[in-house]
Nanobody, 121 residues
Framework: QVQLVESGGGLVQAGGSLRLSCAAS????????MGWFRQAPGKEREFVAS????????VYADSVKGRFTISRDNAKNTVYLQMVSLKPEDTAVYYC??????????????WGQGTQVTVSS
């Protein structure tokens, strides 16, 4: 059974930092893109960032560019999202995804259960 398990979410003040982790099990994704989406209450799901299988290529939503950094460790089958200078509008449930990422349709083959990030003003 394939699982993506996120961790690292929590409550932080505006301007603070968090680092999300997503550990995959059940199969390896070292030949697949991985990424993060988020969804705030009452809003549509939003693409955040993605990273190619090698880590050489990354893509970010304009809203997080310069503040978030995505990285991966294929030996650990894990992807990370370092978030700095957090803003209240970053508050959302953050979902880890793997394989088949499509930014336009906001879909992917595999999804984690999500981790809550709350940024207080």
């Amino acid at each position: 059974q394939v699982q993506l398990v996120e961790s690292g979410g929590g409550l932080v003040q505006a301007g603070g930092s968090l680092r999300l982790s997503c550990a995959a099990s059940g199969r390896t994704f070292n030949r697949d893109a991985m990424g993060w989406f988020r969804q705030a209450p009452g809003k549509e799901r939003e693409f955040v960032a993605s990273i190619s299988w090698s880590g050489a290529n990354t893509v970010y939503a304009d809203s997080v560019k310069g503040r978030f950094t995505i990285s991966r460790d294929n030996a650990k089958n894990t992807v990370y999202l370092q978030m700095v200078s957090l803003k209240p509008e970053d508050t959302a449930v953050y979902y880890c995804t793997a394989r088949g990422l499509d930014v336009a349709t906001k879909t992917a083959d595999y999804w984690g259960q999500g981790t809550q990030v709350t940024v207080s003003s």
